[in-house]
């Protein structure tokens, strides 16, 4: 018996040793649906090396064996499709908190019985198991298309979303969790939206380890902290009707009764004087008649485009938009088999390119770039230093075409259909999203504030942009530009192209752009920046500043 358990431990570690190798490069999984694929088939693998061990020790661990079978389960549906089962945020988040959470529960339950084969192994793997910040990461994400996409908290926790393929319902921990996650970030309106799901499932009858009393309490302090004294009191009382006892909420309800009762009695103190002066201020403030709209902030224009809302593509102008076969002025290589070209936007001129990237060198794409994908990372616009920024959630690599005969062919097709230099363009960048992933608005040009944004590269301003999609995304996930009010969808083997420079040289404001979080599904994009050095006689200057 001896014997057999040290080989039991010796294959377990051998096992997790491999499975170590292949992560210990990754980090910020939460950027990443393609990376994050990995973790499945390493949670998958680390349930079958835990039923090896029950095997060994059926009689001691019956609880842990019980864990194993639930895991086994989910993992086993994962594993059919890892990227459309990530595609699902909640599905993501939940990978995150088990592997982050739930799986170091597990480690304190085996550690009780003093046995130490898979324990030890599991201890020494958890160090590349996502951390804190790839959970807190992930339950950002939630909340972060939550308000981009307007949707309830019971939309999400039931997993009713759009386009879903693995609905995934949220239980009343994960409510719980990701409301905690939002208070230890000071942010009380989502505290209280999740705290509220939480119980409301809780009332349901759905059986869980978090009870009703630790749920009041954070909802009550988070409506009091929104300013609402009146709701916060009347959680409180629910709370104390079940917990008479409960020291806090006893402390609470004495101070919101007072706050009100002052209140109150401010209120009646007020002279009529004064609250009569005070509604004549307000109605002389007032204008009588609105004669112009008020701006509407950039963050909602580009949530509004990003859900489908606030396009301004008038008829007149639609019906200027046309798509036709396209060779580029005969160039030989597609005067017999011109491409599919398509309007997308007349102001700034955006066309899209149909079937423009086989499937094949997509995978291909992909092949080369997943091994490589890091954070991607913003230039401080004052430091110049490249770094990582919430507002960009995605990993990138970098590819060229000395790698691989697939990448110069690739690069020699954009040369060929915009008629742009390409030798002094930045190298092709390939993007995969995270959960929720998104890219705030941006410029891709160095506007006149930043003259040395691409110094280094001494190859000038970014003249154009070219980008493909390299997946269909099942929700969410548009190329949106909100100064005016166009969004491109993604579709998989077409590819967008833009001028981000007029031909004076001066930088196109309107191509300030950013891409949507996604909603569900996974995101792949590959993009070239191609640069004025070479373009003068592809691209001749204009004489005017917006020609």
């Known amino acids: 018996m001896l014997s057999f358990r040290m080989e039991l431990q010796c294959w377990c570690f051998l096992l997790l040793s491999c499975l170590l190798q292949s992560l210990s490069a990754h980090n910020d999984f939460f950027t990443s649906i393609g990376q994050m694929t990995d973790l499945l088939y390493t949670e998958k693998d680390l349930v079958t090396s835990l039923k090896d061990y029950i095997r060994a020790e059926e009689s001691k661990l019956e609880q842990v064996k019980q864990w194993a079978d639930k895991m086994d389960s989910l993992t086993a549906t994962a594993t059919q499709d890892p990227e459309g089962f990530l595609g699902h945020p909640v599905n993501a988040f939940k990978l995150m908190k088990r592997l982050n959470t739930e799986w170091g529960d597990l480690e304190s339950l085996v550690l009780k019985d003093t046995t130490d084969g898979f324990i030890s192994n599991l201890t020494i793997q958890r160090q590349h198991f996502p951390t804190d910040e790839d959970q807190t990461?992930?339950?950002?994400?939630?909340?972060?298309?939550?308000?981009?996409?307007?949707?309830?908290?019971?939309?999400?926790?039931t997993g009713d979303l759009p386009g879903v393929t693995f609905k995934s319902p949220m239980t009343v921990e994960d409510c719980y969790e990701l409301g905690k996650i939002a208070y230890s970030e000071v942010d009380y309106y989502h505290t209280e939206l999740w705290m509220a799901q939480a119980l409301r499932q809780l009332d349901q009858g759905e059986e869980s380890s978090i009870d009703k009393v630790t749920v009041l309490d954070y909802l009550s302090y988070a409506i009091y902290q929104q300013g609402e004294l009146d709701r916060a009191l009347e959680f409180t009382k629910k709370l104390l009707a079940l917990d008479p006892e409960h020291q806090r909420a006893k402390g609470n309800l004495k101070y919101f009764e007072f706050q009100l009762e002052k209140q109150k009695k401010a209120e009646e103190a007020e002279p009529q004087e004064e609250k009569e002066r005070g509604k004549r201020e307000t109605s002389e403030k007032k204008p009588k008649t609105k004669s112009f709209k008020e701006p509407v902030p950039e963050r909602k224009k580009y949530e509004m485009l990003c859900r489908g809302e606030g396009i301004k593509m008038t008829p007149r102008r639609q019906s200027r938009l046309f798509c036709r076969y396209y060779d580029?002025?005969?160039?030989?290589?597609?005067?017999?088999?011109?491409?599919?070209?398509?309007?997308?936007?007349?102001?700034?001129?955006?066309?899209?390119?149909?079937?423009i990237i086989s499937h094949s060198e997509i995978e291909k794409v992909k092949q080369l770039a997943k091994p490589r994908l890091r954070r991607a990372t913003i230039s401080n616009p004052i430091t110049g230093v490249l770094e990582t920024a919430s507002y960009r959630i995605?990993?990138?690599?970098?590819?060229?075409?000395?790698?691989d005969p697939m990448i110069e062919k690739i690069n020699q097709r954009i040369e060929d259909l915009t008629g742009l230099e390409m030798d002094t363009a930045e190298e092709l960048q390939v993007a995969n999203y995270g959960v929720g992933g998104q890219y705030e608005p941006h410029f891709d040009f160095g506007r006149k504030d930043e003259p040395d944004a691409f110094k280094e590269l001494g190859t000038g301003n970014r003249i154009a942009t070219w980008l493909f999609y390299m997946s269909d995304v099942a929700a969410g996930g548009a190329t949106v530009f909100p100064d005016v009010g166009a969004a491109v969808w993604p579709k998989k083997g077409t590819a967008v192209f833009w001028y981000n420079l007029f031909p004076s040289g001066e930088g196109d404001y309107s191509t300030r752009h950013a891409a949507c979080p996604v909603l569900v599904g996974n995101k792949w994009v590959s993009n070239k920046w191609i640069h004025e050095r070479g373009q003068e006689w592809r691209r001749p200057c204009g004489l005017n500043e917006s020609d």
């Open 137 to 157: 990461g992930a339950a950002k994400a939630l909340l972060r298309l939550q308000d981009t996409y307007r949707l309830d908290a019971n939309t999400i926790s």
């Open 328 to 355: 580029n002025n005969h160039n030989p290589k597609y005067l017999l088999a011109p491409v599919k070209q398509e309007d997308e936007w007349d102001r700034p001129y955006i066309v899209r390119y149909i079937d």
């Open 394 to 403: 995605s990993k990138s690599a970098w590819l060229t075409e000395y790698e």
